[in-house]
């Protein structure tokens, strides 16, 4: 029986590690927080579970909370200028492939992982260094690297042949109850997202916690931009409030749905930086041996897009069928960045949407686009594709980013509904 290692119980080690697990694997998590520890620490910044992710979730009946969790089947995504709405777009979930949820990542992370344990896996409550992990590559055939913290994540080179178009961001997250629902008649489960076009990005999301329903308040901006107002790390009440005066200003839709928030507890907020960025998914170690990081750990995604966990458990999955694959041979550099690769193909089309839709804020929306949105207000089809298009962002290179494909695209939809 094969030996793997898996560093960190985020998202994408522990859908690993489950599927190990599920394929007759030897398979040890070690983490520097316990189930516990997880579960009543710090928020970390909150993900959409798209459909395709949740049906991959149920393959290994790690779909613990769709019962209870807000289930969201359709999306608006509204454009502001000086605060006034530009326009939207407003589209469905797929009917035949479910809906979306977000859960809080403490409460998925620490089930999970109380879940392999009790499923028979292995795990060790420990603090990781590079000098550790050349100690246990003489004791496993794989070391997969999940947590990017530290001098583990130094193992692994930035990468700019892969992706170049790094900017960093500030954001503020607020987990809150009491918002007012949509004054429209749409569920009160709609997903929200506001683009700013003197500012940075808003997302206001239904979401499952620990304490039940509650709903994600996060703000996006380039560092220095006007929403990058936490420099001080204000208290909770103090950056809830500077928040809200955020909302009234640039998007005061989002604003008059939030004004009476408030927090769930006193640890519901989050301050944060990060620089969107992929690195060379191969680290080596001081004595030569190679390791492989995956998810978050070689590839960072802006959070506005919300698709950091599809990306882990496209990540997973695809780590997953290369070492069964693998058989009894050696897991080298040549499978690592073979492995990498076949994840890359949906990574790569993600990353390039997050870059589209998080760069439109720092530039005047490009003609097409805005042509894209009003003909999405027109034809519903239009819309539903669009909103469709999180859960799978390759489908966008075949429509959108492209002026000419897109224009083709909507004199497409034209046509058929004037016939």
Same mark, same amino acid.
């Given at each position: 029986?094969?030996?793997?290692?898996?560093?960190?119980?985020?998202?994408?080690?522990?859908?690993?590690?489950?599927?190990?697990?599920?394929?007759?694997?030897?398979?040890?998590?070690?983490?520097?927080?316990?189930?516990?520890?997880?579960?009543?620490?710090?928020?970390?910044?909150?993900?959409?579970?798209?459909?395709?992710?949740?049906?991959?979730?149920?393959?290994?009946?790690?779909?613990?909370?769709?019962?209870?969790? *807000?289930?969201?089947?359709?999306?608006?995504?509204?454009?502001?200028?000086?605060?006034?709405?530009?326009?939207?777009?407003?589209?469905?979930?797929?009917?035949?492939?479910?809906?979306?949820?977000?859960?809080?990542?403490?409460?998925?992370?620490?089930?999970?992982?109380?879940?392999?344990?009790?499923?028979?896996?292995?795990?060790?409550?420990?603090?990781?260094?590079?000098?550790?992990?050349?100690?246990?590559?003489?004791?496993?055939?794989?070391?997969?690297?999940?947590?990017?913290?530290?001098?583990?994540?130094?193992?692994?080179?930035?990468?700019?042949?892969?992706?170049?178009?790094?900017?960093?961001?500030?954001?503020?997250?607020?987990?809150?109850?009491?918002?007012?629902? *949509?004054?429209?008649?749409?569920?009160?489960?709609?997903?929200?997202?506001?683009?700013?076009?003197?500012?940075?990005?808003?997302?206001?999301?239904?979401?499952?916690?620990?304490?039940?329903?509650?709903?994600?308040?996060?703000?996006?901006?380039?560092?220095?931009?006007?929403?990058?107002?936490?420099?001080?790390?204000?208290?909770?009440?103090?950056?809830?409030?500077?928040?809200?005066?955020?909302?009234?200003?640039?998007?005061?839709?989002?604003?008059?749905?939030?004004?009476?928030?408030?927090?769930?507890?006193?640890?519901?907020?989050?301050?944060?930086?990060?620089?969107?960025?992929?690195?060379?998914?191969?680290?080596?170690?001081?004595?030569?041996?190679?390791?492989?990081?995956?998810?978050?750990?070689?590839?960072?995604?802006?959070?506005?897009?919300?698709?950091?966990?599809?990306?882990?458990?496209?990540?997973?999955?695809?780590?997953?069928?290369?070492?069964?694959?693998?058989?009894?041979?050696?897991?080298?550099?040549?499978?690592?960045?073979?492995?990498?690769?076949?994840?890359?193909?949906?990574?790569?089309?993600?990353?390039?949407?997050?870059?589209?839709?998080?760069?439109?804020?720092?530039?005047?929306? *490009?003609?097409?686009?805005?042509?894209?949105?009003?003909?999405?207000?027109?034809?519903?089809?239009?819309?539903?594709?669009?909103?469709?298009?999180?859960?799978? *962002?390759?489908?966008?290179?075949?429509?959108?980013?492209?002026?000419?494909?897109?224009?083709?695209?909507?004199?497409?939809?034209?046509?058929?509904?004037?016939?």
């Amino acid at each position: 029986m094969r030996k793997i290692l898996i560093v960190g119980a985020g998202h994408a080690g522990l859908h690993l590690a489950h599927g190990l697990l599920n394929h007759g694997y030897d398979v040890t998590v070690i983490t520097g927080q316990s189930s516990l520890e997880i579960r009543t620490g710090k928020p970390s910044i909150s993900q959409f579970t798209f459909p395709t992710a949740l049906e991959c979730e149920r393959k290994f009946d790690l779909d613990f909370w769709s019962a209870l969790s *807000p289930q969201i089947r359709e999306q608006k995504l509204a454009v502001y200028r000086e605060g006034q709405p530009v326009m939207a777009v407003k589209g469905r979930s797929d009917p035949g492939n479910g809906y979306s949820v977000s859960v809080d990542r403490r409460v998925k992370m620490a089930d999970w992982l109380e879940s392999f344990e009790d499923r028979g896996g292995k795990v060790v409550i420990h603090g990781v260094t590079v000098t550790d992990l050349d100690y246990f590559s003489r004791m496993f055939d794989l070391i997969v690297v999940a947590v990017g913290h530290g001098e583990l994540g130094q193992l692994f080179d930035y990468d700019d042949s892969r992706f170049s178009g790094t900017r960093p961001r500030a954001l503020a997250q607020a987990y809150v109850y009491d918002l007012w629902p *949509p004054d429209t008649g749409d569920s009160a489960n709609i997903g929200w997202f506001g683009v700013t076009e003197e500012a940075g990005n808003i997302l206001l999301l239904p979401m499952l916690t620990q304490e039940g329903p509650a709903h994600n308040i996060l703000l996006v901006d380039k560092k220095g931009g006007p929403m990058d107002a936490w420099p001080d790390r204000p208290g909770p009440e103090e950056q809830l409030r500077r928040m809200k005066d955020l909302m009234r200003k640039y998007a005061p839709e989002f604003f008059e749905r939030a004004k009476d928030a408030v927090l769930m507890d006193g640890r519901s907020t989050l301050v944060e930086d990060l620089t969107p960025q992929v690195r060379n998914p191969v680290g080596t170690l001081p004595s030569g041996g190679k390791v492989i990081g995956m998810a978050d750990v070689v590839v960072t995604m802006d959070p506005f897009v919300g698709q950091s966990w599809n990306n882990s458990t496209r990540c997973a999955e695809a780590y997953l069928e290369s070492i069964i694959e693998r058989g009894d041979q050696v897991f080298d550099e040549e499978f690592m960045i073979t492995a990498f690769d076949r994840f890359w193909e949906f990574g790569q089309d993600n990353q390039e949407w997050a870059e589209f839709a998080s760069s439109m804020v720092e530039q005047a929306l *490009p003609e097409h686009i805005m042509n894209v949105m009003n003909a999405a207000s027109e034809f519903p089809e239009i819309a539903d594709r669009w909103i469709q298009g999180w859960d799978c *962002p390759s489908d966008y290179k075949s429509w959108m980013f492209d002026p000419v494909v897109a224009e083709r695209y909507i004199s497409e939809v034209r046509a058929r509904h004037a016939g």
